[in-house]
């Protein structure tokens, strides 16, 4: 490479300029010497032209009274100088832009510094054009943080969620972003890692820093919101509730009917001997789809006896670890139903990883679906609900709470769930398995009916 007008300088030469220039400009920091309409330029070659963007004063920008914004370029303090490497001189200068403030737009516009904020604020101005105009000619960003200490109002919204690398969590988190990205929200999202502790001190951080929250709890128990309900923050439960916390709107899904229409699934193949992946029994959709499950077998004379219940922790490495200790069982399991999608990813790697085929010696049943699930081989039976919907009214529900309109009881909204029935569970009554036939070898079962083919 060569600069213009000057001789080759190689990318060795260029980087120790940049370098040089980064020192620099730490050192002019730390001097306090550098003003706020500078640039940083790098000239490399005795001959090479120097471009640097004027500043503001340099661009002819006025005040009312005609004087330049800015003061002239040359009153202010530069850091120049020269190096030599590899046999090729460079030279360097430092100009920082123009940051600029509400009073230089007003100064620019010839308005008071109020009617800039009442324009940036949305307000009408008769001089709007005129403040506008300014705006774009500074290219004047407005500071949301110094508006939102004077206001009061954040324009954020925080999302609490216990896993964030749960997949339904991210869907979720589409729909609240489409309802907020409609009302100019920002959100920010945070991972308590079902973790109490965690939570705790995400929420109590989370004040002053945001208009309203749209919370899922890690525990029931686990109420962690005073904090945030004395700084009067709006809160929105979403897929789990709090214990003693019956006034916060809530948007569930029937976890319950969910896990009552898996056991039903399963024992419509003939599954009796069925083994219950459930999470923990302190959150709402672990308790909830464990009794919901537990029931629909109770209510069809089918008893399961306790080391058929695993507790899980809606982890994957949970579901994996379960469904080992099911398979381990003195009378093998025929079916499985997980009470959550990650859960099931790590049921379905240990049935791989112990060379069980599905559906043919074990049937699946998951809750909620995976967006890979149809990939599957077999594909994946599912009990679904519309996730995206989720976060949606959750967060129509905040915006109501945080405008103060809608009605003073809370809100509680339970959506359903169905059942997606693709390929992974089979007929009990004529499993797809392989049997040896006398002096012929492996041979293989005709196929049993399956609930992608019902």
């Not at 330029?41 to 004027?54: D, F, V």
């Not at 080992?324 to 379905?348: D, W």
Request: with cysteine; net charge neutral; charged share 25%.
């Amino acid at each position: 490479m060569s600069p213009v007008g000057g001789p080759p300088i190689s990318p060795i030469a260029a980087l120790m300029a940049v370098v040089q220039t980064i020192r620099v400009i730490l050192r002019c920091v730390r001097n306090k010497d550098i003003d706020n309409d500078r640039h940083v330029s790098l000239l490399s070659g005795p001959e090479a032209r120097r471009k640097t963007l004027p500043s503001l004063g340099a661009l002819g920008s006025k005040n009312s009274t005609g004087s330049p914004i800015g003061g002239p370029e040359s009153s202010a303090p530069r850091a120049e100088g020269r190096g030599t490497w590899g046999g090729n001189d460079f030279s360097y200068r430092l100009q920082f832009p123009f940051v600029g403030t509400i009073g230089d737009v007003a100064k620019h516009a010839g308005v008071s510094t109020t009617t800039v904020s009442r324009h940036l604020a949305g307000q009408k101005i008769r001089s709007a054009a005129a403040v506008q105009a300014s705006i774009e000619a500074l290219d004047f960003r407005a500071s949301h943080t110094a508006r939102s200490l004077k206001s009061g109002v954040t324009r954020t919204i925080g999302l609490v969620v216990p896993d964030v690398s749960n997949p339904f969590f991210a869907t979720v988190a589409k729909g609240v972003e489409s309802v907020s990205r409609q009302l100019e929200l920002n959100v920010f999202l945070s991972n308590t890692d079902e973790n109490v502790e965690r939570e705790r001190n995400v929420l109590e951080g989370l004040i002053g820093r945001v208009d309203g929250v749209i919370l899922v709890p890690a525990r029931e128990g686990s109420n962690n919101t005073g904090e945030l309900r004395r700084a009067g923050v709006p809160i929105v439960l979403l897929d789990r509730i709090l214990t003693g916390a019956d006034d916060l709107d809530s948007v569930l899904v029937d976890s319950r009917g969910g896990a009552e229409q898996a056991a039903k699934h399963l024992m419509s193949f003939g599954h009796e001997r069925i083994g219950l992946i459930s999470g923990p029994l302190d959150t709402t959709p672990g308790r909830e789809r464990h009794d919901g499950f537990v029931e629909a077998m109770q209510s069809a004379g089918v008893d399961l006896e306790p080391a058929l219940v695993q507790i899980g922790d809606f982890r994957l490495k949970s579901g994996y670890q379960a469904t080992l200790r099911l398979l381990g069982l003195p009378t093998a399991v025929t079916a499985i139903f997980s009470a959550n999608n990650l859960m099931t990813i790590g049921v379905l790697r240990a049935l791989r990883h112990m060379a069980v085929r599905v559906p043919d010696e074990v049937s699946v049943v998951g809750f909620d679906d995976l967006e890979l699930a149809e990939l599957l081989s077999p594909p994946l039976s599912v009990i679904s609900r519309p996730a995206v919907e989720q976060g949606v009214l959750a967060m129509r529900l905040l915006r109501n709470r945080m405008e103060d309109e809608g009605p003073d009881q809370a809100q509680h909204i339970v959506l359903d769930t169905f059942i997606t029935a693709r390929g992974s569970c089979a007929n009990l009554e004529h499993p797809r398995r392989l049997h040896r036939k006398k002096d012929k070898g492996f041979a293989e079962a005709s196929p049993p009916r399956t609930d992608s083919n019902e």
